[in-house]
């Protein structure tokens, strides 16, 4: 995932980054670190998998491409 997957998973859910941490568990101010920047996350396997988690359950579908 990139940071500008995370936000636009969030605009799709009109959620707001204090959403997304409740609903993952993640801190408020690492959501917000993560998704400051553009490319791949940066930090723990645990917090990206809490995030996806949280965005997946409520419908967001991540797909990989080849590149």
Known sequence: MTGEQIRAARALL???A???ADESGVGWATVQR???K???LAGYEQ???A???AL???GIQF???GG
């Open 63 to 65: 797909l990989v491409t």
């Open 14 to 16: 009109k959620w707001s």
């Open 18 to 20: 204090r959403r997304l």
């Open 51 to 53: 995030l996806r988690a």
């Open 47 to 49: 917090t990206h998998f």
């Open 34 to 36: 993560l998704e400051s």
């Open 38 to 40: 553009d490319g791949p």
């Open 56 to 58: 997946e359950t409520h």
